[in-house]
């Protein structure tokens, strides 16, 4: 199980930072992810990392903004968020994926980030 939080109101240029807490056992885990889902539009990918070799990857639009990172011995996935834009009001969601499978197909719920003036 997932559960994200870290969501907020702030404004553009300010900086945001979600976490994701797994309960359970993680070492069936390959990757953990961040997704955002803006409203009228489709769930897309924003940031994964391995979960035991720390191997990170940036959808364009956050790479250089964002950094994803995660801590084994807590089981937290955060994702800090800088140079906030307006486009980037979302709902974001954390998931994992397990070894053996192709997707992410375990998910937390949403934590809703409004970039606005």
């Known amino acids: 199980q997932l559960q994200a939080s870290g969501g907020g109101l702030v404004q553009p240029g300010d900086s945001l930072r979600l976490s994701c807490a797994a309960s359970?056992?993680?070492?069936?885990?390959?990757?953990m992810g961040w997704f955002r889902q803006a409203p009228g539009k489709e769930r897309e990918f924003a940031a994964t990392i391995t979960w035991n070799g720390g191997v990170t990857s940036y959808a364009d639009s956050v790479l250089g903004r964002f950094t994803i990172s995660r801590d084994i011995a807590k089981k937290t996935v955060d994702l800090q968020m800088y140079s906030l834009r307006p486009e980037d009001t979302a709902d974001y969601y954390c998931?994992?994926?397990?070894?053996?499978?192709?997707?992410?197909?375990?998910w937390g719920q949403g934590t809703q980030v409004t970039v606005s003036s």
């Open positions: 998931a994992a994926r397990r070894y053996g499978r192709s997707r992410f197909e375990i």
């Open positions: 359970g056992r993680t070492d069936g885990i390959l990757a």
